[in-house]
């Protein structure tokens, strides 16, 4: 059975990455998304997103054939690694607005049924609450989704700021979590959200 401990753990060394790419200690009110990495090797972002799609945005494929999406060409991309993870991001042209990434986990151990809905609240109450800390995300719907992913609609109480996402495991022995969210400000106009909203409904498996 997989460890709480390490899922605690892992939450954990999301927050560090997002605070190494641009953070704070200090939990912002409104806080800002983290500048695009310099230390992404050129050819690693660019064999990611040169993949121009029929109708002119650019589509990203993910680096293990696993998830597909359509995105504007000039939004901006980063590529997080970890231990047993990775982090594919694409950031608003504002960097501010929104953003849309997707992550997938595996330490070759299977989740159990109760195990990845547990993971993902973790998740999105470690890495996206303002504050850091349970209670600032409230979920406001939670949905099965036909495809048999999971849909959490969630909103930042302090921080201003509105989220999306799917979750669900992949593979005969479902070790590979994967976890696509979309993010975007209060203040965010609608062709950001538009933009978001079109993404989520292009994603598809290669």
């Not at 109708?55 to 054939?65: A, I, P, R, S």
């Not at 921080?159 to 993010?183: A, Q």
Request: glycine share 8%; aromatic share 12%.
């Amino acid at each position: 059975m997989k460890s709480y401990r390490m899922i605690f753990a892992f939450a954990a060394l999301l927050m560090v990455v997002s605070l190494a790419c641009g953070g704070s200690s200090t939990p912002a009110v409104n806080p800002t998304i983290p500048p695009v990495p310099t230390n992404v090797p050129q050819d690693q972002g660019e064999q990611q997103q040169q993949q121009p799609a029929d109708n002119g945005l650019v589509t990203f494929t993910d680096e293990n054939g696993l998830a597909a999406f359509d995105l504007p060409g000039d939004w901006l991309y980063s590529h997080t690694t970890g231990d047993n993870y990775y982090v594919d991001r694409f950031t608003s042209p504002d960097e501010v607005s929104g953003f849309v990434e997707n992550l997938v986990y595996n330490d070759g151990t299977a989740f159990v049924k109760s195990q990845k809905g547990q993971f993902a609240l973790e998740l999105i109450n470690n890495f996206y609450s303002a504050t850091g800390a349970v209670g600032d995300i409230r979920i406001s719907s939670d949905q099965i989704m036909n495809d048999g992913s999971e849909r959490l609609e969630w909103v930042s109480k302090s921080g201003g700021y509105s989220g999306v996402s799917f979750f669900e495991t992949r593979g005969d022995d479902n070790s590979t979590f994967m976890m696509l969210t979309s993010w975007w400000m209060g203040s965010a106009d609608q062709a950001t959200i538009d933009t978001i909203n079109n993404a989520i409904a292009s994603y598809r498996i290669p």
